[in-house]
């Protein structure tokens, strides 16, 4: 290949358009608990997080809810991931070994969020969210009561979830999309010290804690009983006015090690004694390699 700025800018290109495709077909599961928000800004404030309007009987005045000061701040940040395409290799024809290198880099761009929503859900025994209390706790406050919503527990960590609503467990909060930038002229700095050229991936965005009353965590061992604990804790919380919020858990979140007790608690006609199995298609399952 004879090496110009005309075909370095062909070459980019399609290294462009490898990395959309891959981006686009690549699945994402996050999205499933978390609730995607546009930032515009620096950083985000969620100064709505734990209020919940019901609709009551009008008498009187109209009851307004107001927000509460919780003010829970998302703040962006920037990721990136970097490769070289070496000259030596263009000139030799040598170019279809980077095709697979720029596919993984739309494809982990794609699925970068995930460990970010992750690292938020393995964290949650220990992180605060909006009311200051770690996202799983045994006494959120609200109103008059303490409710909890983890199991404890010295196991390897699963979750239950409240997934199908418009509010989700966590936030993934984007500042600017991901996008394939090249440093590809043949009188760059780079280019001329060590005949290569430079392509990188960046996006700016950050994830949070959203509400804690749609997700239950536990590390106890993954059984009916500790199953049925999650599923009346989250179903029994209330909103300020002790009315009760309606939550029916709908995904059970766990590691691949635990995929078998998952689908003996969600899947299987049956338990172990033979007896019909009452857990029985109550929450979908997503066994979830991040969480390794």
């Given at each position: 290949m004879i090496v110009n700025q005309e075909t370095i800018?062909?070459?980019?290109?399609?290294?462009?358009?490898?990395?959309?495709e891959a981006h686009t077909s690549t699945v994402s599961k996050y999205q499933k608990f978390s609730m995607v928000v546009s930032s515009s800004t620096r950083h985000n404030v969620y100064a709505w997080l734990g209020n919940f309007p019901m609709?009551?009987?009008?008498?009187?005045?109209?009851?307004i809810s107001a927000l509460k000061a919780h003010n829970f701040t998302i703040t962006n940040k920037s990721f990136q991931a970097a490769v070289e395409v070496d000259r030596d290799d263009l000139e030799d024809d040598n170019v279809g070994v980077y095709g697979p290198l720029f596919e993984m880099l739309g494809r982990g761009a794609k699925l970068h969020p995930e460990k970010l929503a992750a690292a938020l859900l393995k964290g949650g025994f220990d992180q605060p969210c909006y009311d200051g209390k770690s996202f799983f706790a045994t006494d959120h406050p609200i109103g008059d009561n303490a409710y909890s919503n983890t199991g404890g527990g010295s196991g390897e960590a699963w979750f239950?979830?409240?997934a199908d609503l418009p509010i989700k467990p966590l936030i993934f909060q984007i500042r600017r999309q991901?996008?394939?930038?090249?440093q590809d002229k043949p009188n760059d700095e780079h280019?001329?010290?060590r005949k290569k050229y430079r392509h990188?991936?960046?996006?700016r965005g950050n994830a949070g804690y959203g509400l804690w009353q749609l997700a239950y965590?536990?590390?106890q061992t993954?059984?009916?009983a500790a199953y049925a604990t999650a599923r009346a804790s989250i179903m029994s919380v209330h909103n300020d006015a002790g009315d009760p919020l309606n939550l029916i858990p709908d995904l059970l979140v766990v590691p691949p090690n635990l995929e078998a007790a998952g689908r003996k608690l969600l899947l299987a006609e049956y338990d172990s004694a033979g007896a019909t199995n009452v857990w029985n298609g109550t929450a979908d399952l997503l066994v979830w390699p991040c969480l390794s």
């Open positions: 800018t062909a070459l980019s290109k399609s290294f462009r358009t490898l990395f959309l609709l009551q009987e009008w008498v009187g005045d109209r009851v239950l979830l409240c991901p996008e394939l930038v090249s280019a001329f010290l990188g991936v960046d996006y965590g536990s590390r993954l059984d009916a």
